[in-house]
């Protein structure tokens, strides 16, 4: 179990790109046990995740629409 912050890029070609951006206060869940919050605003946008499960996902924060991957 760990805690990770994302890692902020620039906002990605959504044509090639998966964006996440999960509702507010409801992050998403994977099947691991690791939990990535935003890079800006600490946020937490994902829980019991793997990296391996989100790794080829661009991540949208909710909240201050940062986008990130883990
Ligand atoms: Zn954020």
Same mark, same amino acid.
Do not use: I, L, M, R
């Given at each position: 179990m760990a805690?990770?912050?994302t890692h902020l890029i620039? =906002? =990605?070609?959504?044509k090639r790109s998966v964006i996440l951006a =999960? =509702?507010?206060l409801t992050p998403h869940r994977g099947t691991g046990s690791d939990t990535f919050s935003c890079?800006?605003?600490g946020c937490i946008l994902v829980t019991n995740a793997r990296r391996e499960e989100?790794? $080829?996902f661009v991540l949208k924060c909710p909240q201050?629409? $940062?986008?990130?991957?883990?």
């Open positions: 805690n990770y912050e620039d =906002p =990605p070609d959504t =999960p =509702p507010k890079g800006q605003c989100f790794s $080829a201050c629409d $940062a986008f990130s991957h883990v």
